[in-house]
């Protein structure tokens, strides 16, 4: 990528005005209908809607509104999207897009337009109508691409090249609107990035209220530069492009021709060609061949030569820099809020990384192969781990760990005795601060003071003390992904052993997890340093300030009690219950997992029967509310007309989402037990295995974290717990998180994608408002 030094680059101009003109002479104007805006986006309200706009056809104007047939389609974005039929009208079928809750003049006036460029250029569908906050449209899907196939990236590749040759003067209005209302703006490229997030985000008062202010842009000249002048080096990448903006599979439809065609216009402006060149191996995922296949077809098309693929496709992955997923980290509403020193390490960093694909073959390789997330996560960590060594969190703590208190001992129980060496520097080792009831890091000396015994029922227990290392339960929740640490901390202390979930803890891979919420032991600051406070947070990234080495009688033990499975810490499973139901192999193991798959730190529900029967200090109150005899539905909290149901699946009875229907036996449960649920129909209980999370990307931490939600006979495992929020969590649409009891992943509904038959999991996904995972018991 290049930094600020950019070149200018001249505007890509318009077709002739005489090709232009026969274009517009042949796109039929669309109609402005009145009296429509704010439109219920019911059924019933979408049908009145099309049957007013197109009241100029006798069948849609006679029609009654129970016989036209409306089907919502709508995505994640700001506008929702209904299919309309009624076959015996003229067009028997359109598509309506409304934006009731963003439609600012500029934001519309700009879609209308680009919808309108579109189809002028036989690359979109043509608008039919219009209003304030609404547009219909011919309907032009047929039938559904297979984007399995390489003759669909093919053609993806194709349409994408067409996208970039349509003129770009169409957008030259908006842009002089958007640098009239942010003047900063007159000294942005036509190429950069900046241009799509304005036209998207001008609109949105939530974000910018009635202020002409560009944030943390605004607050610094250098930030700003650097920040717009971020942009590809190869030439085709970042010339000036009519841009998608949002150029995935979703947004690109099949007429009956078999020709694809863009829809939805919402990210759509002039800028750098990388932005939709991005969007587009992105959705390729992993299979290079695909990436390849599109990028020839789009090369061909354009009538460039073959032997710019291969750079094109380097450039391509580094402009997921400036896109909001796949881990990119630029995308305007990623950075408004942060510090502008702190953009300016992000945009250096990124720079820093593209400057080392482009120096090495094999880090070229690795970033097609595997995207840029994985590819660039060691260079972006960098920023990450400085702001955790800047952290204001970190700092109390640490500040918080020079108090003083009397420090009373406990009884050491049986158990094994071990040394946590920081695996960053294994001379340094965990310890009591003296005179404190609180952990530090220390420079190893041999004393009872670094010394912890794992015992039987979950305690770890300070050998010289034998207090307990003790911390709160919390779930995490991801409110601020990418800074996620600041909501999910609590403070590690030494307490009296007592018989309770804050003392539970376990080792698995290095870290040490608390045993009924997942979170682990971690490092104020990530700093490697003697003095540094110890406490509890989420696991993330590399864990590099929270991966340890256990030494001691743990390293030694390999016999008697021990899981049979080479270097598991876990005790082999003596509870009868275990034993019953176990093939015989499993007898001398802490649990099936543990033999399946030896040494990837993976464990079962029954793993560990003195962990798994430890009765929960007070885990679901509101599940415990509920009346074991009367039936219930488990309802979307932000939209009750939605419940979890149950389907057949690979993995047995399994979770999704479906309208509520009174007739449904399969759609009620009822408690069993504590917090136990219990599917009325079959008898079997909502379950899914225990697995604790790491957040390796912390802009997408429900990556490599999912478990199927099915149904099992009752065992009495944690597998089967579960908790409706959580002491001191606000309410989301006025319910709370469904989670699992002992590892706190939230039964999710995929993409938040609310709407009947969509799929669920459980997943390390329980972020922001939680719309996907918020629910009401309702009868």
Not at 173 to 197: D, T
Not at 321 to 338: F, M, N, V
Request: net charge negative; proline share 5%.
């Amino acid at each position: 990528m290049e930094g600020v030094s950019m070149e200018p680059r001249e505007l890509v101009r318009s077709k002739s005005d005489e090709v232009k003109s026969n274009l517009e002479r042949a796109l039929v104007q669309p109609k402005l209908v009145r009296g429509l805006t704010g439109c219920a986006t019911t059924d019933c309200g979408m049908a009145a809607l099309a049957k007013k706009a197109l009241d100029s056809d006798p069948g849609w104007a006679s029609a009654q509104l129970e016989d036209i047939q409306v089907t919502n389609l709508s995505g994640m974005g700001g506008t929702q999207t209904f299919k309309i039929s009624l076959p015996s009208a003229t067009p028997p079928c359109i598509c309506v897009h409304s934006r009731q809750g963003d439609h600012d003049d500029v934001v519309m006036n700009r879609m209308f337009a680009a919808e309108d460029v579109f189809a002028m250029h036989g690359i979109g569908p043509k608008r039919i109508a219009f209003g304030t906050d609404w547009c219909a449209e011919h309907w032009s899907a047929s039938e559904k691409t297979d984007w399995d196939s390489m003759e669909a990236w093919e053609k993806a590749g194709e349409l994408l090249a067409h996208v970039h040759q349509i003129p770009t003067d169409w957008f030259e209005p908006f842009r002089e609107q958007l640098v009239a209302k942010y003047p900063k703006l007159a000294m942005a490229p036509a190429e950069s990035h900046i241009w799509l997030f304005m036209c998207r985000m001008t609109g949105r008062t939530k974000h910018w209220g009635e202020t002409s202010t560009l944030k943390c842009l605004d607050d610094d000249d250098d930030v700003f530069q650097a920040y717009t002048a971020f942009a590809p080096q190869h030439r085709l990448a970042k010339r000036v492009v009519t841009a998608h903006g949002d150029f995935h599979p979703g947004n690109i439809i099949q007429n009956d021709c078999g020709k694809l065609l863009c829809v939805d216009f919402e990210f759509t402006s002039c800028m750098h060609a990388g932005h939709d060149l991005a969007f587009a191996v992105c959705c390729c995922g992993s299979d290079v061949d695909k990436k390849r296949t599109f990028l020839k077809a789009y090369l061909k098309t354009l009538g460039e030569p073959q032997s710019e693929l291969e750079p094109l496709l380097v450039d391509a992955h580094l402009a997921v820099a400036t896109l909001w997923h796949s881990g990119g980290k630029l995308a305007y509403w990623e950075i408004r809020d942060k510090e502008p020193a702190s953009v300016l390490l992000m945009i250096n960093l990124a720079t820093k990384f593209a400057g080392e694909v482009y120096a090495s073959e094999e880090l070229q390789e690795k970033l097609t192969e595997e995207g840029y997330g994985s590819a660039s996560r060691p260079t972006m960590f960098l920023g990450v781990l400085e702001e955790l060594r800047t952290s204001e969190l970190y700092a109390t703590l640490q500040h918080e760990l020079d108090g003083t208190v009397e420090v009373p001992k406990a009884d050491v129980g049986a158990g094994i005795t071990f040394v946590a060496q920081l695996q960053a520097r294994p001379d340094l080792v965990l310890q009591v601060k003296p005179g404190t009831g609180r952990c530090e890091l220390a420079l190893a000396d041999g004393s009872s003071n670094q010394e912890w015994v794992f015992g039987a029922n979950g305690w770890i227990q300070h050998a010289q003390t034998g207090l307990c290392l003790e911390t709160d339960v919390k779930y995490v929740h991801h409110r601020e992904r990418g800074q996620q640490w600041k909501d999910n901390a609590t403070v590690l202390r030494l307490e009296l052993p007592r018989e309770c979930d804050p003392q539970r803890w376990l080792l698995e891979g290095g870290l040490i997890r608390h045993a009924v919420d997942g979170r682990v032991l971690d490092v104020n600051g990530w700093m490697a340093e003697s003095g540094q406070g110890v406490n509890v947070n989420l696991a993330h990234s590399h864990c590099f300030g929270q991966k340890w080495v256990i030494s001691g009688e743990f390293a030694m033990l390999r016999s008697g009690k021990a899981c049979a499975t080479p270097g598991c810490p876990y005790l082999k499973n003596d509870d009868p219950h275990y034993l019953k139901i176990k093939p015989p192999e499993d007898h001398d193991r802490c649990c099936t997992r543990c033999r399946e798959m030896p040494g990837k730190g993976l464990h079962g529900g029954l793993c560990q029967r003195s962990l798994s029967t430890v009765v929960p200090l007070d885990p679901a109150p509101d599940l415990c509310a509920l009346s074991e005899c009367t039936p219930f539905r488990i309802c979307v909290a932000k939209q009750h007309n939605l419940c979890i149901d149950i389907r057949p699946s690979e993995h047995g009875p399994h979770v999704y989402l479906e309208n509520v229907d009174a007739d449904k036996m399969s759609q009620l449960w009822c408690r069993a037990g504590a917090d136990v649920l219990k599917h009325v129909a079959s008898g079997q209980v909502l379950h899914a295995p225990t697995k604790y999370a790491t957040a390796a990307s912390l802009e997408e931490p429900w990556e490599d974290n999912h478990s199927p939600l099915v149904l099992r006979d009752p065992d009495g495992s944690d597998a089967q717990r579960w908790v409706h929020g959580q002491p001191g969590e606000e309410e989301f649409h006025g319910g709370k998180v469904l989670r699992h009891y002992r590892d706190g992943r939230g039964v999710e509904i995929h993409g938040w994608d609310l709407k009947s038959g969509a799929n669920m999991g459980l997943e390390n996904a329980v972020n922001a408002t939680c719309d996907g995972c918020s629910y009401v018991f309702l009868p």
